[in-house]
């Protein structure tokens, strides 16, 4: 979990370290939409089956997760998703993109996710990015074959679910299937 009071203190330091050495430091208040990602992060609870990963601590908006059904026709799965702030959040939406090739009706293999609350109609600013990572969570664990992003996943699906699910488990060994390039699972995302 994100320590933003650590950060801030480490932050002071160096500031203080920096007028020390006589550099000025350039000081920029936080965007609205950074104040709002902050608030959001730190009030995070992400149940064990999600991991939030800052490659750019001093970047709060810079984040993924890591999603890792632990039941389910995904399960033992990693799958990468990347949460991208649109500067007028929290008004508008994020925009979420899954970075791991998955056979799945509301994943595209493009990366574009299928969740109602990510649409301009459905969003409020009331929502927060843990609303986002349930939904997500709840795509994996009750997939929608009826409202798919992913229409052949669909469609599969819908013609017999064991045989996806064999499908599902057969991409997870990593290899080409229907013309796309799935990596093997569990993938070790640092």
């Not at 709060?60 to 997760?65: K, N, S």
């Not at 074959?145 to 819908?158: C, G, Q, R, V, Y």
Request: aromatic share 10%; net charge positive.
């Amino acid at each position: 979990m994100l320590n933003l009071r650590a950060k801030k203190e480490q932050q002071a330091a160096k500031a203080a370290a920096a007028k020390a050495a006589g550099v000025a430091p350039l000081h920029r208040a936080p965007s609205i939409r950074t104040a709002m990602v902050v608030r959001d992060l730190d009030s995070l609870d992400l149940p064990r089956t999600v991991r939030l990963v800052h490659p750019n601590p001093a970047v709060p908006r810079d984040f993924y997760i890591i999603v890792s059904p632990d039941e389910g026709i995904w399960k033992d799965g990693r799958f990468k998703f990347v949460f991208n702030f649109p500067d007028d959040y929290p008004n508008k939406p994020p925009v979420l993109r899954c970075e791991t090739m998955v056979l799945h009706p509301n994943l595209h293999p493009d990366g574009r996710c299928c969740l109602n609350i990510l649409h301009d109609t459905e969003w409020s600013p009331a929502l927060s990015i843990q609303a986002v990572i349930f939904g997500l969570l709840f795509l994996f664990y009750e997939p929608n074959a009826s409202d798919p992003l992913n229409i052949p996943a669909a469609e599969e699906m819908k013609a017999g679910l064991e045989a996806f699910k064999q499908k599902v488990r057969r991409t997870f060994q990593g290899g080409v299937f229907d013309g796309l390039t799935y990596e093997r699972q569990p993938i070790n995302y640092s």
